[in-house]
């Protein structure tokens, strides 16, 4: 922006910058966000600012599956209506959402909290990987339970579903992973060739 | 969202909650905008809530003309190169940095604070032009003086620039509006009808 070095406020200007530094939120947006906190009530802006640091300094995480939770232990992983024996391996919170989302999977989580990325500098250490190894081995006949590797279909995601399998392989646990194919409603002409091939490859019987 | 009574935390609905509050922000983006803030160091999450109660609890507004200022006098109105006798009449804030990032005007500003809208509720006494009639009174000689109403092209604006002109044309001060007309570059066949029609009823003098 033209202005950029040249707002009318040195207060104004630190807040563009903060608010612009949040992903997606160009100088131009952060700016119309500040004019409208700032014709806001003061009581309204301070309750958003302390919602946000209020999540940030006191959320916490179920120490079994790792998923954002009020307490010690998520709603789902005291859920004992949940089949405690099927653990679906996410890569994040979001995924845990859109998957209850769908309300079809009656199973519990397990949040590695990233995906193994050279690129990003991210290593199986700083995923909670270890502590799914551990899930897995103290699971009571192994053989009889089940971990779905959940992980996007990129090379990030099948490289860390690789990882986890060699992690837990000899457990011998059942491991799978998400279908790939086209997706419900999706148009063959604009699937790409490695989606189509592979849902061609895992083609199933047609069943009327 | 399928999930929106439904989020892991109560500590993270709330920062959606609060976060969604924001003009444009979709549950979704506020989701996604509150997990970004979630996985920052605390310090930054800190300095990005602290610069924006700031904004909030400490702006100050220029006494002459209303703007954006860290001093009670802003950098405009205290800059004796800019003509302080051609008053600039704008909506808000961000009318007077757009006109800034031009950088074809030399004059002051007066900010009117909104426009306005007895449907949204807005009175002339909720605005500056009080002050603004003050101002044009307190000037030597008005009628070498000239103020520019700089409002938009809607009834609204239009509304607010005559109910101005009513305040002020006794002082004898020259009041100018905004020339209206196709914008640069605009195609003839796309241009509005009213806007066509204005800027044949002004048309210029060619002068190549």
Redesign the interface.
């Known amino acids: 922006?033209?202005?950029k070095e040249?707002?009318?406020?040195?207060?104004?200007s630190?807040?563009v910058?903060?608010?612009s530094?949040?992903?997606?939120v160009g100088r131009r947006?952060a700016?119309?966000?500040?004019?409208?906190?700032?014709k806001?009530p003061?009581e309204?802006?301070?309750?958003?600012?302390?919602?946000?640091?209020?999540?940030?300094?006191?959320?916490c995480y179920c120490r079994r599956c790792r998923?954002?939770?009020?307490s010690e232990l998520?709603?789902?992983c005291a859920d004992h209506s949940r089949d405690q024996r099927t653990i679906c391996v996410v890569e994040?919170?979001?995924d845990?959402?859109s998957i209850?989302?769908?309300?079809q999977y009656h199973g519990v989580y397990h949040v590695l909290g990233g995906i193994i990325s050279p690129i990003a500098g991210v290593g199986p250490s700083d995923l909670t990987i270890r502590e799914l190894a551990e899930r897995v081995n103290t699971l009571e006949a192994p053989s009889e339970a089940e971990v779905i590797l959940a992980l996007s279909g990129d090379v990030e995601g099948e490289t860390t579903a690789f990882y986890i399998y060699r992690q837990i392989e000899a457990s011998g646990i059942k491991v799978s992973t998400l279908a790939r194919g086209l997706g419900f409603g999706d148009d063959l002409e604009y699937a790409d060739a490695l989606t189509l091939g592979r849902s061609l490859t895992n083609r199933q019987i047609f069943q009327p």
């Open positions: 922006m033209a202005y040249n707002y009318p406020s040195v207060l104004l630190e807040a910058e903060a608010i530094s949040l992903p997606g947006s700016l119309r966000l500040a004019l409208h906190l700032l806001q003061a309204n802006v301070h309750h958003f600012t302390e919602a946000i640091n209020h999540l940030r300094d006191d959320v998923m954002i939770s009020d998520c709603a789902i994040s919170v979001r845990v959402m209850e989302a769908t309300g």
